[in-house]
């Protein structure tokens, strides 16, 4: 029982689950989008998330105690490097557009995770894009916007139209409702000058403004040119899901509530999408 807790840790920890929450939206897009499913681009996917969440969450980590690194430390960091090199090699099955875009959003993660000035790096009063104030959460959304939308359909020559914007800003509300739980539950660890959207509104008005993103999310679907009753069926199913897990959030929740099932969602609405279409 506590190997097996230890691989799910391992799995959680390492960003693999996320990894294939980030996977599982850019399939939706592919079925969205009438496209045919990429390996390559998934593939890309997933190991490019798995390389970039570790590298934000343990950067600080490693530069600070690099020889005393905990063991599934170490362990995390090797699973990287070799997901890191799987990335490398995939990147080169992309288009040339895609990878144009792709380094541009690359410099984002980095400036996301490492100090703006490497001076203060030394002083202890650096400052990322992770720790201005306000801004985490956008970042993140926008990140996954364009790796979930764009970087699919830019690497398939599909014309950016109108549809298509509404879907990345579909796709960037739902993101933030997403968020929404890990903000509430980090309010504890949190500094108060991330002014974080709890610390700013309250519990309470996070979860009124999550319902709201959530209506707005689905509402949005009408806007488009061309609809189905599938991607309202299926929009509505996670907007339902969704919006439990936003209520029922709070700051003592259990270790798994965010970091697994409300990562899962991403996952259950491409299986909501396959059992549809």
């Given at each position: 029982m506590r190997v097996?807790?230890?691989?799910?840790?391992?799995?959680?920890?390492?960003?693999?689950?996320?990894?294939?929450?980030?996977?599982?939206?850019?399939?939706?897009?592919?079925i969205q989008f009438e496209l045919e499913c990429d390996k390559?681009?998934?593939?890309?996917v997933f190991l490019a998330t798995i390389t970039g969440y570790n590298f934000v969450k343990y950067f600080g980590v490693a530069k600070f105690?690099?020889?005393?690194?905990?063991?599934?430390l170490k362990a995390i960091q090797i699973f990287s490097f070799f997901a890191f090199l799987g990335m490398g090699y995939y990147a080169l099955k992309l288009n040339v557009n895609t990878l144009i875009y792709l380094s541009i959003f690359g410099l984002i993660t980095f400036l996301y995770a490492v100090p703006l000035l490497p001076i203060r790096y030394f002083r202890d009063s650096h400052k990322n894009l992770r720790q201005v104030s306000g801004l985490k959460v956008y970042v993140i959304a926008l990140v996954w916007v364009f790796t979930t939308v764009f970087l699919p359909l830019i690497d398939k020559d599909y014309h950016i139209n109108d549809d298509v914007v509404i879907t990345g800003v579909q796709r960037f509300?739902?993101?933030?409702?997403?968020?929404?739980?890990?903000?509430?539950?980090?309010l504890i660890y949190d500094s108060i000058k991330l002014?974080?959207?709890p610390q700013r509104i309250g519990v309470r008005n996070t979860k009124v403004f999550g319902v709201f993103l959530l209506i707005v999310f689905f509402f949005l679907e009408y806007f488009k040119d061309e609809m189905s009753s599938t991607a309202i069926i299926?929009?509505?199913v996670i907007m339902s899901i969704t919006l439990i897990f936003v209520l029922f959030a709070h700051k003592k929740?259990?270790?798994?509530?965010?970091?697994?099932w409300v990562e899962s969602i991403p996952i259950l609405w491409l299986m909501v999408l396959l059992m549809l279409s």
């Amino acid at each position: 029982m506590r190997v097996l807790r230890q691989i799910f840790n391992f799995y959680i920890n390492s960003s693999i689950h996320v990894a294939l929450a980030v996977v599982a939206m850019t399939w939706v897009t592919l079925i969205q989008f009438e496209l045919e499913c990429d390996k390559n681009v998934l593939v890309f996917v997933f190991l490019a998330t798995i390389t970039g969440y570790n590298f934000v969450k343990y950067f600080g980590v490693a530069k600070f105690h690099h020889r005393s690194l905990a063991a599934w430390l170490k362990a995390i960091q090797i699973f990287s490097f070799f997901a890191f090199l799987g990335m490398g090699y995939y990147a080169l099955k992309l288009n040339v557009n895609t990878l144009i875009y792709l380094s541009i959003f690359g410099l984002i993660t980095f400036l996301y995770a490492v100090p703006l000035l490497p001076i203060r790096y030394f002083r202890d009063s650096h400052k990322n894009l992770r720790q201005v104030s306000g801004l985490k959460v956008y970042v993140i959304a926008l990140v996954w916007v364009f790796t979930t939308v764009f970087l699919p359909l830019i690497d398939k020559d599909y014309h950016i139209n109108d549809d298509v914007v509404i879907t990345g800003v579909q796709r960037f509300v739902f993101v933030i409702v997403l968020m929404l739980p890990f903000e509430i539950r980090d309010l504890i660890y949190d500094s108060i000058k991330l002014a974080t959207i709890p610390q700013r509104i309250g519990v309470r008005n996070t979860k009124v403004f999550g319902v709201f993103l959530l209506i707005v999310f689905f509402f949005l679907e009408y806007f488009k040119d061309e609809m189905s009753s599938t991607a309202i069926i299926s929009n509505g199913v996670i907007m339902s899901i969704t919006l439990i897990f936003v209520l029922f959030a709070h700051k003592k929740q259990s270790q798994y509530y965010s970091a697994f099932w409300v990562e899962s969602i991403p996952i259950l609405w491409l299986m909501v999408l396959l059992m549809l279409s």
